[in-house]
């Protein structure tokens, strides 16, 4: 079975700090695609970043970047200098094929 | 260019009642898929459509049925409602399957 596991429900960060997502996948697959989507309250989900698992450098978009172990199944989100429009619901999601399989989301709070 | 567009917004269904969600993509995408989001289960795939005149089953495809019209749209039928189909559908497409996902807005339905 394919799964993606997101281990922390919620997570708090200081404005202008920095905050990492955790995502973990079982697989199976040697060739595959892993993402980052951000869902804030308006409910529309936003791609924030994507792997490319035969890619050994990992992806980095902005002030988001992500740290891809393979032989770890491990996927984590880094937010850098956090910002209030960062607040929303984050979910991994990884795609081996024709299939799409996302986690359960991360809901990251942003303090002023 | 309105991306991806899902009708209704918004629908309040009794048991037993039948409807169709209506999903369109103006970016010449090959793959389009349905999901169900229910709180704290994340995003489950419900039916994809990897190519014009194809369509297969998700994770979660009982009590749906698909059509993919054209190229352009993906329509998901509830033949006869039930409170557990209670959830936020969202309509996605994709140029290429794994690739990047887009979303619509989303439909929030509510079976009594």
Not at chain 2, 10 to 16: E, P
Request: aromatic share 12%.
């Amino acid at each position: 079975a394919q799964t993606v596991t997101q281990s922390q429900p919620e997570m708090s960060v200081q404005e202008a700090e920095t905050v990492t997502l955790s995502c973990t996948y079982d697989t199976s697959e040697s060739d595959y695609y892993l993402f980052w989507y951000k869902q804030p309250p308006s409910r529309q989900m936003i791609l924030v970043i994507r792997q490319e698992a035969y890619k050994q450098q990992n992806a980095t978009e902005n002030r988001f970047s992500v740290n891809f172990q393979k032989a770890a199944k491990s996927f984590s989100l880094k937010i850098s200098d956090s910002q209030l429009g960062d607040a929303a619901m984050y979910f991994c999601a990884y795609s081996p094929g024709n299939q799409f399989y996302f986690g359960t989301g991360t809901s990251l709070t942003v303090i002023p | 260019n309105a991306g991806v567009t899902q009708t209704p917004k918004f629908q309040v269904l009794k048991t037993g009642q039948s409807m169709t969600l209506q999903c369109a993509q103006d970016m010449n995408h090959n793959s389009m898929y349905w999901y169900r989001q229910d709180p704290g289960m994340g995003l489950r795939l419900i039916y994809y459509s990897a190519s014009e005149g194809t369509t297969d089953k998700g994770e979660v495809p009982n009590g749906y049925n698909v059509s993919r019209l054209n190229k352009r749209e993906f329509s998901l039928r509830l033949e006869s409602a039930a409170p557990s189909q209670t959830s936020v559908y969202f309509c996605a497409s994709s140029l290429l399957r794994r690739e990047t996902q887009y979303f619509g807005p989303g439909t929030r339905l509510l079976v009594l």
